[in-house]
Nanobody
Framework: QVQLVESGGGLVQAGGSLRLSCAAS????????MGWFRQSPGKEREFVAA????????WYADSVKGRFTISRDNAKNTVYLQMNSLKPEDTAVYYC?????????????????WGQGTQVTVSS
């Protein structure tokens, strides 16, 4: 069982930056692929980024590539999402999630554990 708690959301102006954190419970954090998803009102939850067990491989949605960076610190059981050059369309609730296998990373149904989400609002 893994419990995930996101933090770091807030209100920021367009062009600004935020860093989200997701703290995981349990000793097996390093055995999970970690992902970030987001959901805007009226839209389906969408994939943002994912990172492999060791952090050696990362994957991004085209919409955030070059602006967002996912990273992890297995010693701290934490995964991060550094968000730069934020746009109003990045406004959403951001969720972190964990899964065991590194395939179909963009599919939310493949993830085993989810956090409660943190709100990110980007004003124009």
């Amino acid at each position: 069982q893994v419990q995930l708690v996101e933090s770091g959301g807030g209100l920021v102006q367009a062009g600004g930056s935020l860093r989200l954190s997701c703290a995981a419970s349990g000793r097996t954090f390093s055995t999970y692929v970690m992902g970030w998803f987001r959901q805007s009102p009226g839209k389906e939850r969408e994939f943002v980024a994912a990172i492999s067990w060791s952090g050696g491989s990362t994957w991004y949605a085209d919409s955030v590539k070059g602006r967002f960076t996912i990273s992890r610190d297995n010693a701290k059981n934490t995964v991060y999402l550094q968000m730069n050059s934020l746009k109003p369309e990045d406004t959403a609730v951001y969720y972190c999630a964990a899964k065991s296998a590194a395939f179909r990373l963009w599919k939310q149904g493949e993830y085993d554990y989810w956090g409660q989400g943190t709100q990110v609002t980007v004003s124009s």
